[in-house]
């Protein structure tokens, strides 16, 4: 029967119906029984309560006495019959025998198309002065990667922005890869760089465990106008462990939210081995045995978990950049291995570059992205391994040319190194207000590599006029530093 035929009474009572059938699926689905327990010890940053019925990772209240509100805390593990707690925020008003109450959900942030612009704590609160953003859905932290099977193949390049990136270490659309650094040499002026230049729609920018002064430089100086599509999320080193290590998940929660959206995400974690050490501190807390470095064997356990959700998706795609702490350029320690065996690349960059001021401190030679023959044409293939083969050769001699014992035209390729080399480096330096695109970075790629096709042509007879001869850094360009060849620049 279509509604016109009916008459207005039988209308109200399949609305009641429906109604009523609503309500008692929700009955249903619902938990109706009150779960309290009582703290009866705190250790550490662990509460533990007793007779509570929760479950690993649901959010519990525990109650503050003398006028404090209510601490959210999240049920880490249980001890015995009794359920480990670690706050969510300052553990003000617990005392023994505080009461405290399972929520039965676990926990989650709002996300929603207004969160765009907005600096968010790792709880998902507004740290910008502005109100609560309002129009999203509440979602867990916690999700599932994508099926394997159901990820699309990487085969789109996305713009970085950054030409050495571009052009020797090409990044795909939902591709992650790991930066590799010590402390100040770049890492966050690489992200704003790439925050401000990429082709990805949104950029979710999680900084987790820096110091409170860098955020505030972070958003004003490296992110600048990048803000208005980007989100970003902020546990400074003071909060505590569990907040810090949301941050890591919330961050990858609202990419996900924006992926879902059909968007391509550019989701930046800097840094990774912070959250690796806020791990490490709850593990340690609740008694997991230390491993590899003081390690818990549950910081192995939640790298790929939080790693694995960036990628690709059926709608959208989230490009994951995680940075990871190398100090002492230790590339074995076992952060920096065990998230380099899960992603799909790493860029590597040096403090020796940084020194020489090298900017951005990118060592080509050490960095690989795993998917540039999917994502680039084979002639720009060609010409990366044609510069990274030069940069190899100068990087052998390097200490004969330094002092001036490298004999021109003993190796067409180091000859042809060292004439090019202010192009290179003109090429590879790029200041952070500096733009750029994939394109360009192409371009003059190419263009580099047909001048060393071009010196090739001209050994093994050492050029006319030797080019070992020329200052590795002529002022005025490599177009005037090489003379055999017709100019190019
Ligand atoms: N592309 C660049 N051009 C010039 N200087 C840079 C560039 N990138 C970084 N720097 C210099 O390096 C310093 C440290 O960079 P920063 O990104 O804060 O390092 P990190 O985040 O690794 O601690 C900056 O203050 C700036 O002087
Ligand atoms: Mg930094």
Redesign the pocket.
Known sequence: MSPEDQTPDAVVAEQLGDRLKHVGNVLRASDLARRHGRVSDLIGLVVEATGLQAEVGEICMVNGDRGHPPVPAEVVGFRGARTLLMPLGEMHGIGPATTTRATGTPFRIRVGQDLLGRVIDGLGKPIDGMPRATNGHPRSTNASPPDPLDRPRIDQRVDLGVRALDALVPCGRGQRLGIF??????????L??IARSTTADVNVIALVGERGR?VK?FVER?LGDALSRSVVVVATSDQPALVRIKAAFTATAIAEHFRDQGNDVMLMM?SVTRFAMAQREVGLAIGEPPATRGYTPSVFAQLPRLLERSGTARTGSITGLYTVLVDGDDMNEPIADAVRSILDGHVV?TREL?HA?H???IDVLQSVSRLVGEIVSPEVRAAGQAVRQLMASYKEKEDLIAIGAYQGGTDPTVDAAIALRPQLDRFLK???DEKSSAAEADELLLDIAARIGEYAGVGPEPAPADPAEQPASAPGGSAAAIPPLPNLA
Do not use: H, T, W
């Open positions: 650094a010590g402390s100040g040499v770049g890492k966050s002026s690489l704003g760089m860098e430089e490296d800097d960059l940084a001021s900017y951005p401190a790029q200041r952070p």
